[in-house]
């Protein structure tokens, strides 16, 4: 079970979630390259330019650790990271659990992303020009839940422990990505789990996934905040058991 984290965070932040299942799977959980303790120099800004670059780090770490399909757990921009090694390499993959994706953030014509390009370009102005400031305002928000603020402080030192430089390039590569068209393209079984109130991926973001993928499940959990694996472990796990059941067998 290869856990992956969301942009802003590190493998640490599987805690709550991965314990859950170290008893029925090997685990791993690892650092996307230039965040958490990842070597900062193998950061290439042209192999990263693109999600893909993290697609194929997947696949190497999958082909190093794994000795067969494995079952992948993603957040936020990882969902889409894990979704394209499953249209790469589909043979490597059991299943894929999505926590708090969205293959593109800005509203296009029916799909609603949950943000204009306005909102987008004004989101990488503030942070190209108060990195600090962008991920001490935005971090609490990300996180939700008021009454955890023990979260939200360590989501925002997170935000700030990481490099700027390659913080803004990967913030850029992300919020602009669109991965729409690669939705139908991925056949492996796919959970799709969303919080009841996201102000990063909206339900209508799931519910477009859960129309498109080919084989989902689509679980809302009743939470605030764009990041259960941490806020609802437990709900989370509930939910990723109940997939597992359906899909293992």
Same mark, same amino acid.
């Not at 070597?39 to 067969?68: C, M, N, P, Q, W």
């Not at 079984?189 to 799931?206: F, H, K, M, N, W």
């Given at each position: 079970?290869?856990?992956?984290?969301?942009?802003?965070?590190?493998?640490?932040?599987?805690?709550?979630?991965?314990?859950?299942?170290? &008893?029925?799977?090997?685990?791993?959980? !690892?650092? /996307?390259?230039?965040?958490?303790?990842?070597?900062?120099?193998?950061?290439?800004?042209?192999?990263?330019?693109?999600?893909?670059?993290?697609?194929?780090?997947? /696949?190497?770490?999958?082909?190093? !650790?794994?000795?067969?399909?494995?079952?992948?757990?993603?957040?936020?921009?990882?969902?889409?990271?894990?979704?394209?090694?499953?249209? &790469?390499?589909?043979? &490597?993959?059991?299943?894929?659990?999505?926590?708090?994706?969205?293959?593109?953030?800005?509203?296009?014509? =029916?799909?609603?992303?949950?943000?204009?390009?306005?909102?987008? =370009?004004?989101?990488?102005?503030?942070?190209?020009?108060?990195?600090?400031?962008?991920?001490?305002?935005?971090?609490?928000?990300?996180?939700?839940?008021?009454?955890? *603020?023990?979260?939200?402080?360590?989501?925002?030192?997170?935000?700030?422990?990481?490099? *700027?430089?390659?913080? &803004?390039?990967?913030?850029?590569?992300?919020?602009?990505?669109?991965?729409?068209? =690669?939705?139908?393209?991925?056949?492996?079984?796919?959970?799709?789990?969303?919080?009841?109130?996201?102000?990063?991926?909206?339900?209508?973001?799931?519910?477009?996934?859960?129309?498109?993928?080919?084989?989902?499940? /689509?679980?809302?959990?009743?939470?605030?905040?764009?990041?259960?694996?941490?806020?609802?472990?437990?709900?989370?796990?509930?939910?990723?058991?109940? !997939? /597992?059941?359906?899909?293992?067998?």
């Amino acid at each position: 079970m290869v856990f992956a984290h969301g942009f802003g965070c590190d493998h640490t932040m599987w805690r709550f979630l991965a314990p859950a299942y170290e &008893k029925r799977f090997r685990t791993i959980a !690892f650092d /996307l390259v230039g965040s958490g303790r990842s070597d900062v120099s193998a950061y290439s800004r042209e192999k990263y330019g693109t999600l893909h670059g993290y697609a194929d780090d997947l /696949l190497e770490v999958i082909d190093e !650790f794994a000795t067969g399909p494995v079952i992948f757990v993603g957040h936020s921009v990882s969902t889409m990271i894990g979704m394209l090694a499953t249209v &790469k390499a589909p043979q &490597k993959f059991r299943a894929q659990v999505m926590v708090g994706p969205s293959p593109c953030y800005i509203n296009d014509g =029916d799909y609603v992303g949950g943000f204009s390009r306005e909102d987008i =370009d004004e989101l990488l102005e503030t942070m190209e020009a108060n990195y600090l400031g962008w991920s001490s305002s935005l971090a609490p928000a990300i996180m939700g839940v008021p009454d955890r *603020p023990e979260l939200r402080e360590e989501l925002t030192n997170s935000f700030c422990r990481n490099d *700027p430089d390659i913080a &803004k390039h990967f913030a850029r590569v992300t919020f602009l990505s669109d991965h729409r068209a =690669d939705v139908a393209r991925s056949t492996v079984p796919a959970l799709i789990l969303q919080c009841s109130e996201d102000i990063v991926a909206p339900r209508s973001v799931g519910a477009f996934l859960h129309q498109n993928l080919p084989v989902s499940t /689509l679980h809302i959990i009743d939470n605030v905040g764009h990041c259960p694996h941490m806020s609802a472990p437990t709900a989370s796990s509930h939910a990723i058991d109940d !997939f /597992l059941a359906h899909t293992l067998r």
